[in-house]
């Protein structure tokens, strides 16, 4: 930003025009002769032959000049330069009027110019000060009439339920909040009463004057005041007087009458209650004074209160906007915020302990040299993730495993931008530029426990399936000899024949639930990779399937690609894959329709697609057929199909373990294209 006293063409102007003005003055009144005397101590007169002055337009030039000379100086040089400069100037020019006086008997009208000079200096700077008096009340009154976020409500409902939440640690009968009203008087602001108090009127009227005397002296003393009083009913009664103020100002009193002594203890609390208090009032005064006429601030000392209180309102506000920031040390997650120069800005406790530092080491450390501290396998270089979040805005999220104390964290680092919710595309939309980035926020989650959960949960399939594939395959097994057995009769052959079908179902479906246990047990490292080529698969697969596809009249074809190098796979995950996806293909179409898959080589991959004429799948469960148990409705068809929400689930965790991307284009009624990618050797 420019400064407002910064020298430019216009301040400059200004100066000139208000040094003609002074000069103009001067010259006037050295027309009138108002400054015959101070003229005459700057002349060496020869009493026989007094001096005399150059012709009139002479002298309103010299005039002119010392004024705007004065003027320009303070504009080019600043305040303590110009004042060297005149200064040294009138100097010379004192020596050069008393030997021009005393040897040529001329008048060189030191005087006026000196006044002019310094006149016009003194002008400018007060026109400076004025021009930054204006801005800064201009920008302070804004900021303080802006209601905060965090407001919400008005200044008398904040009062009120403040004096509730009082009522709720402390026996009141009653509590008063006095503000100070234009002349300094204490008038009520907010007031809390119990049952009507007993006791005659002017019992009553006598009690309020003495809480008022009780206020005002505890406002001079700037003291919290207790005072027991008389015992009514066995209770010993008290009144408390708390002064209100902030920032060395006072702005009322809070008078609170218990049903009880009052506690120490419950000081501090009402200390910090009052504080509150004496924030809203003080906005309450602030905002009820108004945005000051901008250009009587300099000179009216009714314009200067104002300012002050608006100050008072912003240091207030600065004040309330931390504890949004405080609220993250009472998070169970770490949090930690950097300022984009990888300053740290904040560093929650749970970060401390996660980071294993003290805060006293904390405080020596940047951003960078905090996430090094959770340095592993997959976050070997954290100034890596941190430019790629600055470049592209996207958060960096990694699962971080500490197998020394055998943790897991799950670090998340974002750039927390500008716009209102955070929504980029919108603010874009509206603003025509993408939203400002402000700070890094970095965030670290304990998940050891889930991770653990979901081990449990693996196991638990894992030997469930294990278990039960025994009795199912006996089931199976001797279903299918008794069906060979001439001697059983037709009908119950027919039974036997549901219970051979439906026993291999559950064989199937514990098949599936196996192999996704056994991959969710496998580390990343065991998956087997050796060259694979896809076309291979692809042959195989429909040669496996060409029965099923039969038996429900679809087409199952093979569309001839290029030809495509190998890629490093595990033959046996991927061919379990691939069946899947031909099993669902089949599954989820009617019949006499086509099931085609294909290959493609792309820039760094191959891909293998599977598409079919089926059903397809609705817009809003593309996302989330890959996950796990997630099966789509589609008329109440579910329940006829054996599915169980795992085979995509399958697919998409054996692509990405070998580093490949799987993806879905499909539309209801026209079939879906399911395909993935791995990358080629
Ligand atoms: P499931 O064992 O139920 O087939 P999947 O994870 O393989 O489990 O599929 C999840 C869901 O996605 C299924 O319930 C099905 O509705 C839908 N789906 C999968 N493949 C297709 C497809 N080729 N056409 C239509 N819907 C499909």
Not at 181 to 206: H, I, K, M, S, T
Not at 338 to 343: E, R, V
Not at 392 to 398: C, K, S
Not at 432 to 450: N, S
Request: aromatic share 6%.
């Amino acid at each position: 930003m420019k400064s407002p006293v910064s020298f430019s063409f216009k301040s400059v102007s200004a100066s000139v025009a208000l040094s003609l003005g002074v000069s103009a003055l001067v010259a006037a009144a050295w027309g009138a002769g108002v400054l015959a005397s101070p003229a005459a101590l700057f002349l060496f007169d020869d009493p026989a032959t007094p001096s005399v002055p150059p012709q009139a337009w002479v002298v309103l030039l010299l005039i002119a000049a010392a004024g705007v000379g004065g003027g320009f100086a303070l504009e080019r040089l600043g305040a303590r330069n110009a004042l060297r400069l005149v200064a040294l100037a009138l100097i010379v020019l004192c020596v050069a009027s008393l030997a021009a006086s005393r040897f040529l008997h001329l008048d060189i009208v030191f005087a006026p110019m000196m006044f002019a000079g310094s006149g016009s200096l003194a002008a400018a700077q007060a026109r400076r000060l004025w021009t930054i008096d204006r801005l800064l009340t201009t920008n302070v009154e804004r900021i303080a009439v802006q209601p905060s976020a965090l407001e919400g409500r008005g200044a008398s409902a904040r009062l009120s339920s403040g004096l509730k939440l009082l009522d709720t640690v402390l026996p009141l009968e009653e509590a008063v909040i006095f503000r100070l009203d234009e002349a300094g008087l204490p008038v009520q602001a907010a007031r809390l009463r119990q049952a009507a108090g007993v006791g005659a009127a002017g019992d009553r009227n006598f009690a309020w004057r003495e809480g008022v005397v009780m206020c005002e002296r505890a406002m001079s003393g700037g003291e919290m005041i207790v005072q027991a009083g008389a015992e009514v009913a066995g209770v010993s009664r008290s009144s408390v007087a708390v002064p209100l103020g902030h920032d060395g100002q006072r702005v009322g009193a809070l008078l609170l009458r218990l049903r009880g002594r009052f506690d120490e203890s419950d000081g501090p609390l009402l200390k910090t209650v009052s504080a509150q208090f004496a924030r809203n009032l003080q906005r309450d005064d602030a905002r009820s004074l108004g945005v000051p006429e901008a250009r009587s601030t300099f000179f009216s000392s009714r314009a200067a209160r104002q300012r002050l209180e608006a100050f008072g309102v912003v240091s207030g506000l600065l004040t309330e906007q931390a504890f949004a920031g405080l609220v993250l040390s009472e998070a169970s997650d770490a949090h930690a915020v950097a300022y984009l120069d990888g300053t740290l800005a904040y560093v929650n406790p749970r970060m401390l302990e996660a980071a294993r530092v003290t805060a006293r080491e904390c405080r020596a450390l940047d951003l960078f040299q905090l996430l090094e501290r959770f340095r592993t396998g997959v976050f070997d270089e954290p100034s890596i993730a941190v430019r790629r979040v600055l470049q592209t805005g996207q958060a960096y999220e990694r699962e971080l495993t500490f197998l020394d104390h055998s943790q897991t964290l799950a670090l998340r680092i974002a750039l927390v931008i500008e716009a209102a919710g955070g929504d980029r595309t919108e603010h874009a939309e509206r603003n025509g530029h993408a939203p400002p980035p402000l700070c890094l926020a970095v965030t670290v989650r304990d998940v050891t426990r889930l991770k653990e959960l979901d081990k449990l949960k693996s196991d638990m399939l894992s030997l469930m399936s294990h278990e039960l594939r025994t009795p199912i395959t006996s089931i199976n097994g001797f279903a299918e000899l008794l069906m060979a057995d001439e001697r059983i009769p037709a009908d119950a052959r027919e039974f036997l024949s549901i219970i051979n079908g439906e026993s291999q179902r559950v064989a199937r479906m514990l098949s599936t639930f196996l192999s996704v246990a056994r991959l969710e047990q496998k580390d990343r490292q065991e998956v087997l990779m050796a060259p694979l080529m896809l076309d291979d698969v692809v042959r195989e697969t429909i040669g496996n399937f060409q029965t099923a596809a039969r038996r429900k009249r679809i087409r199952l074809a093979e569309r001839d690609g290029q030809k495509l190098p190998p890629v490093a796979a595990d033959r046996g995950l991927i061919m379990q894959a691939v069946a899947n996806l031909v099993d669902n293909a089949i599954k989820y179409s009617p019949e006499r329709t086509t099931v085609t898959l294909s290959t493609a080589l792309e820039a760094d991959a191959v891909r293998l697609t599977v598409e079919d004429r089926g059903y397809g799948i609705p817009s809003e469960d593309q996302d989330r057929v890959w996950e796990k148990f997630y099966r789509v409705s589609r008329d109440g068809r579910i329940k006829e199909e054996e599915s169980t929400g795992l085979g995509l689930s399958f697919v998409r965790e054996v692509v990405e373990r070998h580093g490949g991307q799987v993806s879905l284009e499909s539309e209801v009624g026209h079939g879906s294209k399911f395909s993935f990618t791995l990358p080629r050797l």
